[in-house]
């Protein structure tokens, strides 16, 4: 079946630090791929979303590119702030239309960044 | 827009007692779902709606039941709770199953 892993936490860095947080993934054809954060105390909202192989998403400074021939969507951002620290979660939706329903989750990444 | 609303925030029951925790969202999404999330585990399924009046299972169904009679409302029910269902639960919706997810803020639940 399909699957999520991500690299375990928790992950401390500096400001102003380059950030790497690893996904990587099994499914049969081409899922589409997620990163969501969670901020303390709050649901999981989007961060940024990639349909298709070599699609890049980004939002607020955070990329990732859908890599299929290594099966993997890491997330970087080039300088961290400390508003940055939260819990990040990489997933994934199958592409049949009976998964469509079920996005699968990694188990998530804990970022805190010192000041 | 309110988006996707829960209640309550926190709970806190006795094992045995049973309740219901509220969802809603004011999307028109035709996709629902029920999470909990339990340290060091990520998110898990515990059931799915693709649509009023059609649901089906998720990873960790069991001591949980669901309804959907209308879009707007998907509504858990724990019967006869238990402490192993401590956790935080979180509903979600979507306009499709292939799309973004939208959270709501989660509903702290423990069991004693």
């Known amino acids: 079946g399909n699957s999520v892993t991500q690299m375990e936490g928790p992950v401390t860095l500096s400001e102003e630090a380059f950030l790497t947080i690893n996904c990587t993934y099994t499914a049969t054809g081409y899922p589409s791929l997620f990163w969501y954060v969670q901020y303390p105390g709050e649901g999981l909202q989007l961060l940024l979303k990639?349909?298709?192989?070599?699609d890049k998403g980004s939002n607020k400074g955070f990329e990732a590119t859908y890599r299929k021939e290594t099966t993997s969507f890491h997330l970087e951002k080039g300088s961290v702030q400390v508003s940055d620290s939260a819990v990040y979660f990489c997933a994934l939706i199958g592409p049949s239309y009976s998964s469509a329903s079920k996005i699968i989750f990694g188990s998530g990444t804990r970022l805190s960044i010192r000041p | 827009n309110a988006g996707v609303t829960q209640t309550p925030k926190f709970q806190v029951l006795k094992t045995g007692q049973s309740m219901t925790l509220q969802c809603a969202q004011d999307m028109n999404h035709e996709y629902m779902s029920w999470y909990r999330q339990d340290p060091g585990m990520g998110l898990r399924l515990i059931h799915y709606s693709v649509g009023a009046g059609i649901t089906d299972q998720g990873e960790v169904p069991n001591g949980y039941n669901v309804s959907r009679s209308t879009t707007e409302d998907f509504p858990l029910r724990l019967l006869s709770a238990a402490p192993s269902q401590t956790s935080v639960y979180f509903c979600a919706s979507s306009r499709q199953g292939a799309s973004e997810q939208y959270f709501g803020p989660g509903t702290r639940l423990t069991v004693t």
């Open positions: 990639a349909t298709k192989a070599d």
